[in-house]
């Protein structure tokens, strides 16, 4: 068969550097010396559901990449919005909507991939506007249950309805929204929008689009029934037959990289020193919860973060409201900054998200903590 992904396609950027790939794999190294197990135990430290979905995902937002669709909604929005600042803040909106609605990793699959393809078509501070997106879908995504996996979890535990749940994470969500666009008029300047000289005119491949289009329904409904592997088998196998190219661009040191941390953190957690640090400290509820809540995110990842305090502390609006802070600050709060960073194709993205995202922590935090308190 043809390739569809062949025709016109743009040279892919360099991908972005893999310090933490490899400061991972030292790190699951020394586990391996000092707390030796089997290498199929090792490999069940792994969710492999997770790895498995972004596998999907990223294959499916390479071909949407090489169907040409997003250089074509890039020249309509750079048409459209002039300012450089009103830019900022409708991707940061949409980012914060969709994470929301549809998860925040699917909102930065489609997004990111829409602000690198804009940065082509114009002078734009391309690293500010990706850890904008990050932040916004760790904020955005804590409003509902099923905005992130540490939500859907609590959501669970909780007993809450769905409106109920929503309830409970408005004030927090509130006070990350207010600091998001705060963040976004503060760092992004009102100027005119510079365009770059119109690059050669990249047709789009409708055939390719719709095939992406396709898939991705067809793995979402395959994930959603638990179906893995038969919708990875399906989204690979039609891609290999008909757009073998656009599986040479998928990001396989980004799976490399999550896969590590999932072996890593999660022997962190299983140290007998952090089990005896939460029986000793007083962080079942109120502003303590919180604070545990986010510092535990920092070092393990919230997600992680919320499950290992889940039996300590009593006190779940704390919990929740802790985790979701504790998204931002260091890179691996979240699981969705590191994807941002990836999908962006960033050398210098971890210097400019933690130049931004500690600060912004900083700040949220205690704005959260004070209106607990209040």
Known sequence: MSDPSAVSAPAADAPAGNTLLWILLALAAVFAVWHPRAPIATLQLVDWQTIGALAGLLAVTRAVERSGMLQATAQRLLARVHTLRGLALLLTATAALLSALVTNDVSLFLLVPLTRVLATQAHLPLARLVVLQALAVNAGSALTPIGNPQNLYLWHRSGESFVGFMGMMVPTVAVMLFWLFAAAWWLVP?????????????????????????????????????????????????????????????????????????????????????????????????????????????????????????????????????????????????????IALRLARLPDGLREFHRISIPFLLVCAASAVLLRLG
């Open 190 to 338: 009102r100027t005119p929008i510079a365009l770059k000289p119109a690059p050669a005119s990249q047709p789009v491949q409708p055939r390719l689009l719709a095939m992406a289009a396709v898939l991705f329904v067809a793995f979402v409904v395959a994930l959603d029934r638990h179906w893995l592997l038969p919708g990875l088998a399906l989204v690979y196998g039609v891609f290999a037959l008909a757009a073998p190219r656009v599986l040479k661009g998928v990001d396989w040191a980004l799976l490399a990289t999550i896969a590590l941390m999932f072996v890593v953190l999660r022997q962190v957690t299983e140290l007998p020193a952090i089990a005896a640090l939460l029986q000793q400290w007083p962080i079942a509820e109120g502003w303590r919860a919180y604070l545990a809540a986010i510092l535990a995110s920092q070092v393990i990842s919230n997600v992680p973060a919320t499950i290992l305090l889940d039996g300590t502390v009593r006190d779940l609006p704390a919990l929740a409201a802790g985790v979701s802070v504790g998204g931002f600050g260091c890179v691996l709060g979240s699981l969705a900054n590191l």
